[in-house]
Nanobody
Framework: QVQLVESGGGLVQAGGSLRLSCAASGRAFSIYAMGWFRQVPGKEREFVAAISWRGDTTNYADSVKGRFTIYRDRAKNTIYLQMNSLKPEDTAVYYC????????????????WGQGTQVTVSS
């Protein structure tokens, strides 16, 4: 069994920054791709960013390219999402996910989800 625990969400003004963390426990963290998704009420969960198990390949949604950075610390079994130049439309619950490969994670076909952390960006 795998547990994913997100942290780092909060309230920030537009233009500000936040860093989300996702700590993984259970199955060997280092051999799986990881990703971040987000969801607002009444909408489907959407892909934000993903990273390969090695950490050498990343993929981003167009809406966050150039502003968000995903990276992982395999020694700490943790992935991060550095979010800069935040906009009110980035407001959502952000979820961490684990999947078999980065190409599969991007599609949302993940094996495990975290419980989510709220990010609110005020204008």
């Amino acid at each position: 069994q795998v547990q994913l625990v997100e942290s780092g969400g909060g309230l920030v003004q537009a233009g500000g920054s936040l860093r989300l963390s996702c700590a993984a426990s259970g199955r060997a963290f280092s051999i799986y791709a990881m990703g971040w998704f987000r969801q607002v009420p009444g909408k489907e969960r959407e892909f934000v960013a993903a990273i390969s198990w090695r950490g050498d390949t990343t993929n981003y949604a167009d809406s966050v390219k150039g502003r968000f950075t995903i990276y992982r610390d395999r020694a700490k079994n943790t992935i991060y999402l550095q979010m800069n130049s935040l906009k009110p439309e980035d407001t959502a619950v952000y979820y961490c996910a684990q999947g078999t490969s980065i190409s599969i994670v991007v599609t949302g076909r993940v094996n495990y989800w975290g419980q989510g952390t709220q990010v609110t960006v005020s204008s």
